[in-house]
């Protein structure tokens, strides 16, 4: 990957794309003559059916307050529909909107392919720790192609949200904590959805989601309260999003959350200043399932006509589900509530992404029972899911328990090392149960032979029931190494998931203690979505796998890497406190006046009952071989205006086999006109060295590597000293210094 590449993708947001021109991911202005001439023979009635986006309730993804969608669509009271797919079913519903309405607008059809539709990878936060941005685009193009044979044309993703927030239940959608990770992977996703032409019938229209910082809930409850400095917003969280919209994404979804008092769905100084004025977005937003109707709730408006009102005039283009557009926007306009210059705008927008995904030459291009047969859960998106399965796993302990030996029996202990279920994760599109070819238990059965396998269920993820404690301390017995899968039931991660603790629930730590105190070589595998508080788990236990919700091949893949056929090279893309009291704690956090040095000061930023460190830091993970780092290089060691400098490690391979690290660089700010993380991450590479193998990894640094929101908001580096850090992950490496003039 190139270095200069990818700090394009940091580059600040002030620096916006040029508003005059933007561009469609073909490089063309989104201008549709058919949408011209259809503008000026549309009712108002049939432009506010435009704005409208009703549930088929075929899945469900939120409360349902509406029956009767077909009527809506033969009446053009709805022109657009999400959780409902197949080839077959969009046809019908398309004919209806195409043959039945007067003017034949086709349906848009939206859904939620987060992690895959059939084919399910692993869960979004999983993903993220690959590091490689490769295989996250390629996850997304083989989600679209499986999802467009299957009549959708829109995609609710990517998920943008930074959150360094475990108690959040959405943190498994997203890609950690980190802007600059973050923004790599939201563009990576779009450019994988949408591809080189969104009329492409293998490709889906990407949606930006939750626009803005959703993902910073108060106390990690979902949908709570938001509020942040705009410094903050701007510099950590924004840049994914933008990162999704310069990469092409023609749809935003507004989040759920209010910020600085006002709810996203009203909120203008979101959606025109920031997204249509300074980043030239020329899509459409959505609201967020009910977000309009939810302003009542937030005290912001006085009834579900008012938050229409208030919705449309801030920037929200189409309401999804609320029905608020549907009930009460014709008579706004005409009372003047509302102009019709902001309808049209908003029925322009929405109907120029149909026209750019095809849907006027052909509303069925995307209905082809024949595709989606042929291209749905083939063998090679199932290899690659296996692959990035394995990519996605962090090896968090090892005190050489792995791999596994294949000789002796072992013991499976766990609930979840039977469930196919949890494998999915939450958000599993239309990934089903029957098409996983094999449990944890079950790949590895298939890899050392069923009589050499002792399953023990021991205890579930939630209960405490500790009825199978005895059997499952049996079967460990007579064991030579055991295997316990442990961690969340997967309805305990994604939307509505919050937890007050971050502790492995149930019972299932304890039967780990029993276990652990019989002496035998113990790996846990992990499946969760959101960093644990492992303190107690990573002394019991002699390795720790995590393994995430790894998706429709995840059993094949957590029995790959626990044997040594893949090596992993997942990387953490979130902090792992060590417990609740430090959270939110990430890496780029600041020093303070008062930083904690001395072991025992009084007077000093830390606690007095836990480490201020994480337990697992940021970019952390293990390997089955080790990586030597050589001192930094710089090629100077001062720079000035537009120049760079470049800084470079030599890694070596010092273990026994082929290994991927990934090499992480840092930066820090010495002194600011506001103040700077202590370390931030700027860059990073995977590298794939052969035993013995060295090679030196080089990355740029220069004004935009440094720049920032300075005092008076302006983006940009100030002169002065920085240090540098190249490692393994945000917490160890060698530095350098160097100074910017
Ligand atoms: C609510 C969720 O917040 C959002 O992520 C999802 O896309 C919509 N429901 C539609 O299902």
Redesign the pocket.
């Known amino acids: 990957m190139r270095r200069r590449h990818l700090l394009l993708f940091a580059a600040g947001l002030l620096l916006a794309a040029s508003c005059n021109s933007p561009k469609t991911t073909t490089g063309k202005t989104l201008s549709f003559p058919k949408v011209d001439s259809l503008l000026k023979v549309m009712t108002l009635e049939e432009k506010i059916g435009q704005m409208v986006l009703l549930t088929s309730d075929w899945s469900v993804?939120?409360p349902s307050i509406r029956e009767g969608y077909l009527e809506d669509i033969r009446r053009g009271r709805c022109g657009n529909i999400?959780n409902a797919y197949t080839a077959d079913y969009t046809r019908k519903m398309q004919e209806i909107a195409v043959n039945e309405t007067r003017l034949g607008i086709p349906l848009l059809f939206g859904y939620?392919v987060i992690h895959g539709f059939r084919t399910i990878f692993p869960v979004n936060l999983g993903i993220s720790c690959s590091w490689d941005i490769d295989a996250v685009r390629e996850s997304a193009v083989i989600a679209a192609r499986e999802a467009a044979a299957a009549g959708l044309h829109w995609t609710?993703s990517p998920m943008c949200d930074i959150s360094v927030e475990p108690r959040w239940g959405r943190i498994s959608e997203g890609a950690g904590e980190d802007p600059y990770l973050g923004s790599l992977i939201a563009a990576a996703m779009t450019e994988g959805y949408q591809g080189k032409d969104l009329s492409d019938p293998l490709t889906l229209l990407a949606c930006v989601?939750?626009y803005a910082a959703y993902g910073a809930p108060q106390a990690g409850r979902d949908y709570n309260t938001v509020d942040m400095s705009e410094r903050w917003l701007r510099e950590f969280y924004l840049p994914p999003y933008k990162a999704a919209i310069d990469a092409g994404a023609l749809s935003v979804?507004a989040s759920?959350n209010e910020l600085d008092g006002v709810p996203a769905t009203a909120n203008k100084h979101l959606m025109q200043d920031i997204l249509r004025d300074e980043w030239g977005f020329q899509g459409f937003v959505v609201t967020?399932?009910t977000g309009i109707n939810e302003m009542v709730c937030h005290g912001y408006a006085e009834d579900e006509a008012d938050a229409g009102r208030l919705a449309v005039n801030a920037g929200i283009d189409m309401d999804m589900q609320s029905a608020s557009f549907l009930n009460y926007l014709k008579e706004q306009v005409e009372s003047g509530e509302v102009s019709m210059k902001t309808v049209d705008d908003a029925v322009r927008r929405i109907l120029n992404v149909k026209a750019a995904l095809g849907l006027f030459d052909d509303p069925y291009r995307y209905c082809s029972p024949e595709r989606e047969k042929e291209l749905t859960l083939t063998e090679e998106n199932l290899r690659f899911a296996r692959k990035l399965s394995a990519e996605s796993m962090v090896l968090l302990k090892n005190d050489g328990v792995l791999p596994l030996k294949t000789e002796g029996k072992i013991a499976v202990i766990g609930a979840l090392a039977d469930s196919a279920d949890d494998l999915l994760g939450s958000w599993r599109g239309a990934g089903e149960v029957q098409h996983i070819p094999r449990t944890i238990l079950g790949a590895i059965r298939e890899k050392v032979g069923e009589k050499n396998v002792i399953y023990a269920r021991g205890c579930d993820e939630l209960s405490d029931d500790r009825s199978g404690f005895a059997g499952a301390i049996a079967a460990a017995i007579l064991a030579k190494q055991v295997v316990m899968v442990i961690g969340e039931d997967c309805q305990w991660t994604g939307?509505a998931a919050s937890r007050t603790s971050i502790k492995v629930p149930g019972v299932q730590t304890e039967l780990l203690r029993r276990i652990a105190a019989l002496g035998k070589p113990v790996t846990v595998v992990l499946m969760n979505g959101r960093p644990l508080d492992l303190s107690e788990e990573s002394e019991l236990a002699g390795a720790i796998l995590e393994a995430w919700y790894p998706g429709t091949m995840g059993g094949y893949a957590v029995a790959d890497v626990l044997f040594g056929d893949v090596n992993p090279s997942g990387r953490l893309s979130v902090t792992f406190p060590r417990n609740l009291g430090q959270v939110p704690l990430y890496h780029y956090a600041k020093n303070t006046g008062r930083p904690y040095v001395h072991p025992e000061a009084k007077y000093e930023s830390r606690y007095l009952d836990s480490p201020n460190t994480p337990l697992y830091p940021f970019g952390y993970g293990l390997s089955y071989t080790s990586f030597d780092y050589s001192p930094v290089a710089l090629s100077a060691d001062s720079f000035t205006g537009d120049s760079g400098i470049t800084a470079a490690v030599t890694v070596t391979n010092k273990g026994p086999r082929e290994g991927t690290e990934t090499v992480q660089m840092y930066i820090r700010d010495l002194v600011g006109s506001v103040t700077r993380p202590v370390r931030q991450l700027k860059g990073f590479e995977r590298i794939t060295l052969a035993p013995g193998e060295a090679r030196t990894v080089e990355f740029y640094i220069d004004a935009e590597t440094l720049s920032f929101y300075r005092q008076d908001m302006t983006w940009g580096a100030e002169p002065g000293g920085f240090n540098v850090w190249i490692g393994p992950d945000s917490s160890t490496g060698n530095v350098a210094g160097f100074s910017y003039r």
Do not use: A, V
Request: aromatic letters at 34%; zero cysteines; proline letters at 0%.
């Open positions: 993804t939120g999400f939620d609710y989601k939750h979804m759920f967020d399932y939307e």
